[in-house]
């Protein structure tokens, strides 16, 4: 048995004790005593849903010869015609087993995975910032889809939104040589991405703009600043339906979703994540405002509900 944290049914959690269950898909099935684990804002969506799996997606530990790892939450199949052309993103199984939402997640004090799924922590990456691999991957993911990765200059970027994916786009495109401009919502938001780089003097027109938000204000927000010819790029979460009017049309900006991450010439973008935070320690130290015992998931789910007092990433160690 190991103490997990739950929907308790009521638009809550509660810390349950659950058997260690091993996933049927899990061709080389390992064991993370977890160190780490982070809430997501999509897990404050999801209590709504009352899913009955361990929640935590965002989650490092260590395996039991002690290599500190982060953890992978998507589990592609790896035999469907999207893994074997390369975006094992778009498994059509995966969906339905992700870690954290579909099957038990980090938020545990241990949980069983697949080796595949694993990322080794390199040297000064703590298995305690070790869980921030997974926004910081979908981060990644969306610099890539915007073309921020390329030879040539990245030009003007604005990132609207300063949650943990959102921040960890500011370290991102500023990793590949872009100026970025930041559109944050609270004090605490705005000191973060100052401290990383950003301006937070907005301009006129942007030849890439990345709304990490996911709402209808922000997307017009992104319309709105975005250079005619220009590319949006949604990392993002639209729990809503949104709209576009005819701005957006007499633009004629791209906009592209972004969806997770997987990989890009060849290279795993959850891997490059660790590299990212390995090269930039100033992220962990930057987002990660709150810490909770387990047994306090309750009082940390609060916590990271509350943007307006201060919170960013709240992280949860067993």
């Known amino acids: 048995m190991v103490r997990a944290v739950r929907s308790d049914g009521n638009g809550g959690v509660a810390v349950v004790d659950v058997d260690l269950v091993e996933p049927d898909y899990a061709s080389d099935p390992v064991h993370v005593r977890v160190t780490s684990a982070s809430i997501c804002g999509s897990d404050l969506k999801l209590l709504s849903w009352n899913l009955p799996a361990t929640m935590g997606h965002e989650f490092a530990g260590v395996l039991d010869d002690g290599t500190p790892v982060a953890v992978q939450p998507s589990v592609p199949c790896g035999e469907c015609d999207q893994c074997l052309a390369g975006n094992d993103n778009l498994c059509r199984a995966s969906g339905e087993r992700v870690l954290g939402i579909f099957s038990d997640g980090g938020l545990a004090d241990a949980v069983v995975v697949d080796r595949k799924d694993l990322a080794v922590l390199p040297q000064g990456v703590g298995t305690d910032v070790g869980a921030l691999a997974e926004p910081v991957a979908v981060a990644v993911r969306a610099a890539h889809r915007a073309g921020l990765h390329g030879d040539a200059p990245p030009g003007r970027v604005l990132v609207i939104g300063a949650g943990s994916i959102g921040l960890a786009l500011v370290t991102v495109a500023r990793h590949h040589g872009a100026d970025v401009d930041l559109v944050a919502r609270h004090p605490a938001q705005r000191d973060a991405g ?21 709402s209808q204000s922000s997307l017009d927000t992104a319309i709105g600043h975005v250079r005619p010819g220009g590319t949006i790029v949604v990392p993002g979460t639209w729990f809503d339906p949104v709209q576009m009017g005819t701005s957006f049309l007499m ?64 992280v949860i160690e067993p």
Do not use: M, N, Q
């Not at 100052?194 to 996911?214: K, P, Q």
């Not at 891997?271 to 930057?286: G, I, N, R």
């Open 194 to 214: 100052e401290r990383l780089g950003a301006s937070l003097a907005v301009g006129d027109e942007y030849d890439v703009v990345l709304d990490c938000a996911g």
């Open 251 to 314: 633009k004629e900006a791209r906009l592209l979703p972004s969806y997770t991450y997987g990989h890009h010439h060849g290279v795993r973008e959850f891997d490059e994540a660790v590299e990212v935070l390995a090269a930039h320690p100033e992220l962990a130290d930057t987002i990660v405002t709150h810490r909770f015992p387990l047994d306090d998931a309750p009082e940390a789910f609060r916590v990271a509900a509350d943007r307006a007092h201060g919170a960013i990433k709240v």
